[in-house]
């Protein structure tokens, strides 16, 4: 279990399973519809068995980059504690299970399975024609709001897309940053990224402006539905911790980079959602 947790890296599901907690509450606090216990556990797993077979595909099919690359040689596959074939069946397994869970919810998350399936594994392929690499990975991480959403309501409403574009932007932005210590090996290996493509002070300066309509993103719902001053307090964090690991990479200085990628996004995700569960609990009691 311990190497299969390592293969996926459970520990960065901490970057979209609290946007998926706002669009389910969000879904509660805005419509009719009340909380479900089960709902709520179907959520989780979805996001869960979406993200194993996500993460899965993309170790396997990268496998021979990871091991050239001597910053990923010693990822589980490349470093022989995984089996290619071992992650590839259970790439599979988790697909059959998101696809299963989606069935108990409700007939539009069933119909809609295979394309976030899509979308989320994707991402895979995309560096190999496209520095917009980014984005896709943005975009599959961005479904979560909307599809917790749709969880709970059983339909689309604009509040939920306007999060999911703050973590399309969020997550592109970011892994732009998380990429630049690539530059070299993905033009050695004629891969697609930003830096690659543009080079590390272009590439950051990208990374920005992502982030920019990140923080506009979460501003919106401000003007779409009544949230008390705890959100707004959680907005300004947020952004805090934008602004704050764009001031620890620079373009001569990557050292800090794991501590902007993993530290400061996951602080910043997980106190966001904080912010705003509050701010939905004291408005419904």
Same mark, same amino acid.
């Given at each position: ?20 907690? !706002? ?20 959520? !989780? ?18 496998? #021979? ?37 989606? *069935?108990?919810? +409700? ?29 896709? =990975? ?16 059983? #339909? ?13 932007? *969020?997550?592109?932005?970011?892994? !732009? ?5 690539? #530059?070299?090996?993905?033009? +050695? ?7 690659? *493509? =543009? ?29 008390? *001053? ?27 980079? +794991? ?5 400061? +996004? ?20």
């Amino acid at each position: 279990m311990k190497k299969y947790l390592s293969l996926v890296l459970f520990a960065h599901t901490i970057f979209a399973m609290p946007f998926a907690f !706002i669009g389910f509450f969000l879904a509660i606090s805005t419509t009719e519809h009340v909380f479900s216990p089960l709902k709520l556990v179907f959520m !989780i797993l979805c996001m869960i068995f979406a993200r194993n077979a996500a993460m899965a595909f993309n170790r396997y099919l990268d496998r #021979e980059y990871d091991l050239k690359n001597p910053r990923t040689a010693i990822r589980d596959i490349p470093a022989g504690r995984i089996h290619a074939q071992s992650a590839f069946w259970f790439t599979l397994t988790n697909c059959v299970l998101f696809i299963f869970t989606t *069935w108990f919810i +409700n007939s539009l998350c069933f119909y809609l399975s295979p394309i976030a399936l899509a979308v989320v594994m994707g991402y895979s392929y995309t560096k190999r024609f496209t520095p917009l690499c980014h984005l896709i =990975l943005g975009i599959g991480l961005g479904l979560a709001p909307i599809g917790a959403y749709l969880i709970v309501a059983g #339909e689309f409403a604009l509040l939920p897309i306007f999060f999911s574009l703050a973590v399309v932007c *969020w997550v592109s932005g970011f892994d !732009i940053i998380y990429s630049l210590q690539d #530059e070299e090996f993905d033009k +050695n290996e004629k891969l697609y990224s930003i830096p690659a *493509w =543009l080079g590390r002070k272009q590439a950051l300066r990208v990374s920005s402006v992502l982030h920019v309509f990140s923080a506009l993103f979460v501003v919106l719902p401000l003007f779409f539905t009544p949230l008390s *001053w705890f959100y707004m307090a959680g907005v300004l964090f947020f952004i805090t911790m934008l602004i704050y690991q764009h001031r620890l990479v620079k373009p001569d200085d990557l050292s800090k980079v +794991n501590r902007a990628f993993f530290t400061t +996004n996951g602080i910043a995700s997980v106190a966001f959602a904080l912010f705003f569960l509050l701010d939905v609990y004291l408005r419904n009691s």
